[in-house]
């Protein structure tokens, strides 16, 4: 090996849309994933596992990307010549797992995990090709109650995660108004399916894009900065009018322009400001798109999740009813979510930025059933845990300042490792962090290190302090603070000394008094 | 997609080697898993991920089953043409991060880290194709005291998760040994790698195959029980008897038979008893193989990391010497660790089986200098958290009795769902695990259901309750007692009854009453 390697040394780097995990980002996601969890059980949800490589055909391919069939999924030959994939989300193999364990699993299954997923994607900023996802679906029930509890889970975990009630918003909307509001514009049929996706894709795009850009896609085409051109879905000005109609929907009735349509408009008695939106929106819906049965079963659904959500008391602007969420995989089939952040924070440049989408999710009636000879309703809610450690990191909601690190035995007399050694196992056993220094530099550098490391103190002991039965503790902390004050004050040493002599039998309780006094603990 | 599904109906079903993970297995590998964590951190150790796919020059090739250079590692091309590979153990990729982030990263680094691994390996009875390790490396130090520590901290860990001790042992080897061995039979130089690497895993496999078995294969080969036929190394047989030798070091040097050679006996008035074996084996090594330098060096590591074990208190039979460790794994340059439990257990058939290894690790002093243009030296371990969960499962060291299920409220009258819900979310509000019935069924299914999730109660709420402003409380754990005694007495409604009414206002106080009676905690 190493002749070849010496000539043509290798490379070290990580492949593009992959990143490493520093102590900090790994303790944030840490106390992320036990938050998230607690929430889930306190909803009654179980946790299960499933691996990260399945059959290619059981994950089924609806990511956004379909019709470009070899992209999106990393994909390799098994030695019997099928295809495996790694999955790219947790709810193909959780609906894979659940056909295959059907008649053993309690119905309604409620089942929750976390985990990592592969995206075979172009990558970007914020964009990777691993991330982690936390799932929770309910599988069994085709219950609007359902989804409106997932709703419910996935705004009481924003709160115990420290957003604040107002600074993220969970969206609701549903395919089949989607599917309705195509169908309003001639887009029915197979032949349209590249067309209704299109369409879908642009309007998924509103946030990004604007309305400008979102009108052009529905068109010709929109060229982008790059000069890129990307095809339109060749709508009719009639028919982009009705899909912008749509869209604003929200802000129209928001402005209250419209008047309200049929008997939904007498539920508006009830005191709840956003559920009396959602009926407004769902009333507006249902008169400008007469005729369409999806849409009125649609909205109809739409109603039901914002009255539970208003039952159960979340009916403020947590959980709002918003027709332009779209949600880009394509086994949706009712109702989908997306949380959103709300508040405006700076980017590297200083602009103000939203955070956007930290998760979402959807009915997906058809999974399961894939695999079966009946229909198995299901929904559930996908957070992004790696986009929401990154905004609450950004934000300043998660602790990255490091631990203090271990105390450190510093090596004066090289064949006395042993005895060092020794010192450091009962540190340890006393449970204090403690490590023995193992590199070859003399003491300078070994003190160095011990400050890389955080180290509140080192031990040390020199042949003269061994000859009295001694180890010098040298407190780091203290130290800092006194060189950072001695130009204008040299009288630190006599008042509390950095550095002080102990008996070797009183080790631990002496290195005890410095954590102490330092209040240094190491956290869980 | 229905209609293509319906008529070829997809299998759910895991690629083989792959395993789903319930509740019992994913709660007792996380108490695992922060056991050994806590252990790594008072050693000093940090944590740091890298991502499950690197370049697959970047990793390397280091399997055991190198020789079939497509097999052993999941491997794909990007969409650059460079070759990725999904990580087949954690310290490749540790190299790999370590050589990208040399200069800001402490010297020696000392790290830990979790996660699963890929082997594209044929699947067997408890062999899978992905499973999970638990890592802990010293990089940036040359000394025996790094190894020493690493061997000790593994001895820690099982200790910590409830292993007694005499029912593991950390088991020590040498690499170095083992080539001066092969020199000593003439297996020297790059011609003789391939026949170096038959030897080297027909000593690997003393354990399953008994010292007959590795005998036929240092020889002409070696036919099992399948018909199967492996080529042997063709030894000669008085090489054949050299390694024999080698092989039976610490059993012959037990049996006290052959004299001690050369400074190292001087040595033994420690009253240590292993360090005392250690040196024994050491000098026996050293006579038996004079004049090999790689023979002396090695056993000199050896008898170094014995010293410092015996200094920390290890030298028991915690940490031992024993020459017929090998490790599979090609990048070891030094030292090699095994950590087995030796107690005995029942397999299915009530044979009497070892579980063997769970973990192992060693010196990899070429691993990150393959990327620099100096040698880093490396030590580590890692521990076979997947092996190590089902052996603790299988001895009852980890309790897999299910947590309580949620309390059910359940759905009386389907127009009143709301109310439920709120009832539901009153309960999660006091921190109660809690759901709502979402299926369809009637009451008898419910309570059907609300047993399969192991539910403490059950909440009910007729029309004759809530005209009354009360709710029924169905106690099933108390339930199930009276109806296992019922036979015999009948008064136990009088004295305790399993279903009572309260207030509605005092719904949470009363389900307090009923898991506290039942000392019902969710643990954390």
Not at 186 to 209: P, S, T, Y
Not at 256 to 267: C, Q, T, V
Not at 290 to 308: F, P, R
Not at 339 to 344: G, M
Request: charged share 30%; proline share 4%.
């Amino acid at each position: 090996m190493s002749k070849e390697a010496k000539s043509n040394r290798l490379k070290a780097r990580l492949p593009r849309g992959f990143s490493d995990r520093g102590p900090a980002e790994i303790a944030a996601t840490r106390r992320m994933i036990e938050t998230i969890r607690a929430v889930y059980e306190r909803y009654g949800f179980e946790p299960v596992e499933t691996p990260a490589i399945e059959y290619t055909d059981a994950l089924g391919k609806f990511l956004p990307d379909q019709d470009r069939p070899n992209e999106g999924v990393f994909s390799f030959k098994d030695d019997d010549e099928q295809w495996l994939s790694l999955r790219y989300d947790l709810t193909a193999p959780l609906a894979r797992y659940v056909a295959e364990n059907f008649d053993q699993l309690p119905k309604p299954y409620r089942s929750y995990r976390f985990g990592w997923v592969f995206r075979n994607e172009k990558p970007g900023p914020g964009r990777f090709r691993q991330f982690m996802q936390f799932d929770a679906d309910t599988v069994g029930s085709s219950s609007p109650a359902a989804d409106a509890e997932i709703c419910m889970m996935a705004a009481d975990t924003m709160e115990a995660l420290g957003i604040k009630r107002g600074d993220y918003v969970v969206k609701v909307n549903n395919r089949k108004v989607l599917d309705g509001v195509m169908e309003a514009t001639g887009l029915r049929g197979e032949g349209n399916a590249g067309k209704r996706l299109i369409v879908l894709r642009a309007i998924d795009k509103l946030d990004r894009l604007g309305l400008d850009g979102v009108r052009a896609l529905l068109g010709a085409g929109r060229k982008d900065e790059s000069g890129d051109f990307t095809k339109g879905a060749e709508l009719s000005d009639s028919d982009i009018q009705k899909v912008e109609l749509f869209l604003s929907a929200r802000r129209t009735v928001q402005k209250r322009i419209y008047a309200l349509a049929g008997d939904i408009s007498e539920r508006l008695e009830t005191p709840d400001s956003e559920l009396s939106t959602a009926l407004k929106i769902a009333g507006w819906l249902a008169a400008s798109f007469k005729g369409s049965t999806l849409v009125s079963e649609g909205t109809n659904e739409l109603v039901q999740i914002a009255e539970y959500a208003a039952a159960a008391g979340y009916g403020g602007d947590r959980i709002q009813i918003d027709p332009s969420v779209v949600r880009g995989l394509e086994y949706y089939t009712g109702p989908v979510f997306e949380v959103e952040l709300t508040f405006e924070t700076k980017d590297e440049q200083g602009r103000a930025v939203r955070f956007g989408s930290v998760g979402g999710g959807g009915r997906y009636d058809g999974l399961v059933g894939r695999f079966r000879n009946d229909q198995v309703p299901a929904t559930g809610f996908s957070m992004g845990v790696s986009r929401l450690t990154s905004a609450l990191i950004h934000l300043g909601k998660i602790d990255t300042k490091p631990e203090a690190g271990p105390v450190v035995v510093t090596v004066f007399e090289k064949n006395r490792l042993a005895d060092y050694q020794h010192m450091t196992q009962k540190l340890r056993e006393a449970g204090i962090r403690a490590e023995l220094y193992l590199g070859s530099g003399k003491m300078g550098p070994q003190l160095k290190y011990a400050d890389k490391r955080g180290a509140p103190c080192v031990v040390i002991q020199g042949g003269d302090e061994k000859a009295k039965g001694e180890v010098q503790i040298k407190d780091l902390i203290e130290g800092a603070k006194a060189a950072a004050a001695i130009a204008s004050n040299q009288e630190w040493r006599e008042t509390r000394p950095a550095q002080f002599a102990v008996k070797e039998e009183n080790l631990v309780e002496a290195v005890k008094e410095v954590l102490a006094r330092h209040k240094v603990t190491w956290g869980h």
